[in-house]
């Protein structure tokens, strides 16, 4: 079946710092993807996403390509504020799934002043 | 445009009580995930409906649990009895196909239950 991989966390960083959230896929076919965040005590909200490969998703300074090749969509964000401190999951929409997602297991992201 | 709501926000009570909650999905949404989240499983989806008819329920893990759509604005979800490692945040999402597989969803605030 689908499966969705993501990098352990916690990762910490200064503020202002490059971040990188790696994330890589299992799926057949041709999957959408998705990457979303959950701040403390609240939902998940949709970041960004990409449906077809070399697609570039972006919102908010954050960025992620789908990579066919590789199978990966990772995140990516060339300035990280405080507020930018949440869980990142990663996930993706198969065709003939339901239109239900496969997340990944969430990675925590700590930024620091 | 209001977003996916749940109520109770949050819940206490004792075990082997019943417990609802409560989902009101965005107008004309015809998917809607309940999830349950926790520290040691991570984020699962327990059942989704598309225009109100359960479609998977494949990840209910067990008979006290259970789920309603009666109608397009309004979901719950059960669990009676209630059992101390049902504790968790419970997600509501919701999603608009318009024909497509690959819409995204959006969630709810959640409500947090925590079993006595």
């Known amino acids: 079946g689908d499966s969705v991989t993501q990098m352990e966390g916690p990762v910490t960083l200064s503020e202002e710092a490059f971040l990188t959230i790696n994330c890589t896929y299992t799926?057949?076919?041709?999957?959408?993807l998705f990457w979303y965040v959950q701040y403390p005590g609240e939902g998940l909200q949709l970041l960004l996403k990409?449906?077809?490969?070399?697609d570039k998703g972006s919102n908010k300074g954050f960025e992620a390509t789908y990579r066919k090749e590789t199978t990966s969509f990772h995140l990516e964000k060339g300035s990280v504020q405080v507020s930018d401190s949440a869980v990142y999951f990663c996930a993706l929409i198969n065709t003939g799934g339901g239109n239900k997602l496969t997340f990944g297991t969430g990675t925590q992201l700590k930024v620091e002043l | 445009d209001a977003g996916v709501i749940q109520s109770p926000r949050h819940e206490v009570t004792e075990m082997g009580q019943e417990v609802t909650l409560r989902c009101k999905p965005i107008s004309g949404h015809d998917y809607l995930f309940w999830y349950r989240q926790t520290m040691m499983r991570g984020l699962e989806l327990l059942i989704y409906f598309n225009n109100n008819v359960p479609i998977d329920d494949s990840g209910m893990p067990e008979d006290r649990f259970s789920a309603k759509m009666p109608n397009a604005s309004f979901s719950t979800l059960k669990i009676q009895p209630s059992e101390p490692r049902d504790s968790a945040v419970y997600f509501c999402?919701?999603?608009?196909?318009?024909?497509?597989?690959?819409?995204?969803?959006?969630f709810g605030d959640g409500t947090r239950l925590s079993i006595l």
């Open positions: 990409a449906t077809k490969a070399d």
């Open positions: 799926a057949t076919g041709y999957p959408s």
């Open positions: 999402a919701s999603s608009f196909s318009g024909g497509s597989w690959n819409q995204p969803q959006h």
